[in-house]
């Protein structure tokens, strides 16, 4: 099975950095996304990490080491619209030699203040 | 930009009856997939589809859901018998290959009394 942790919750201020952590224990990893989700809405994609190394898109920039089975997503310059729930999700081959399935972490929910 | 569309967005049923959720994938998709969330809690895969069958299914995806792609465009989720427990947000989702990105709809909410 696959087992993903993430915090529950964390708060930051307008125009700073947070950093999100993920940890996962998989079998046949294939790759590690991060998805932002407002409450009520569908989940959007932010980032995807499949070889070690840090990947950056504008302010967000998620990083990935397999061999610890750890990620983060990196956030600068927050603003508050960012508030929302970050998911982890990791993709694993299946017995079938598959891979297809997203695996979901339970969501960080980020607040930024003012 | 291309997106997933869902309908209905809200979907009220009573117990034991069948409800049919529709999806229109992005168009030149291959792969189609079925998750739900239950409210407060994480989002589960239920099942995957590509070329006309299921590639993919989880433990939640037994004898009383059903897929199909009836059309060129349209794919369904049909819950032939609902339960209470059935009540949650389901989204659809598409990707390009196998093992692309997954796009997300809006979700339908599916309410069961």
């Known amino acids: 099975g696959q087992n993903i942790d993430q915090p529950t919750e964390m708060t930051a201020t307008e125009g700073a950095i947070v950093q999100i952590n993920c940890t996962y224990q998989?079998?046949?990893?294939?790759?590690l996304f991060w998805y932002q989700q407002h409450a009520g809405e569908a989940p959007t994609f932010l980032s995807y990490?499949?070889?070690?190394g840090l990947e950056e898109k504008g302010r967000f920039s998620s990083f990935l080491s397999r061999s610890k089975g750890y990620s983060y997503l990196l956030l600068k310059e927050l603003q508050m619209k960012d508030s929302a729930s970050y998911l982890c999700?990791?993709?694993?081959?299946?017995?079938?030699?598959?891979?297809?399935?997203?695996?979901f972490g339970s969501g960080t929910q980020l607040t930024v203040l003012p | 930009e291309p997106e997933v569309t869902q309908t209905p967005s809200h979907q009220v049923t009573q117990m034991g009856q069948e409800v049919i959720l529709r999806c229109v994938p992005i168009?030149?998709?291959?792969?189609f997939y079925w998750y739900r969330q239950i409210l407060g809690q994480k989002v589960e895969f239920l099942v995957s589809?590509?070329?006309?069958?299921?590639?993919?299914k989880s433990e939640i995806f037994d004898d009383q859901f059903s897929v199909e792609r009836p059309d060129g465009s349209n794919f369904t989720l049909k819950i032939r018998s609902t339960k209470l427990e059935d009540s949650a947000m389901y989204f659809c989702?598409?990707?390009?290959?196998?093992?692309?990105?997954?796009?997300f709809g809006p979700g339908t909410r599916l309410t069961v009394l």
């Open positions: 168009s030149n998709h291959l792969y």
């Open positions: 999700a990791v993709r694993a081959l299946s017995s079938s030699g598959s891979a297809r399935q997203l695996t």
């Open positions: 990490n499949v070889l070690d």
């Open positions: 989702a598409s990707s390009e290959h196998r093992t692309d990105t997954q796009y």
């Open positions: 589809f590509y070329n006309n069958e299921i590639s993919e």
């Open positions: 998989t079998s046949g990893f294939n790759g």
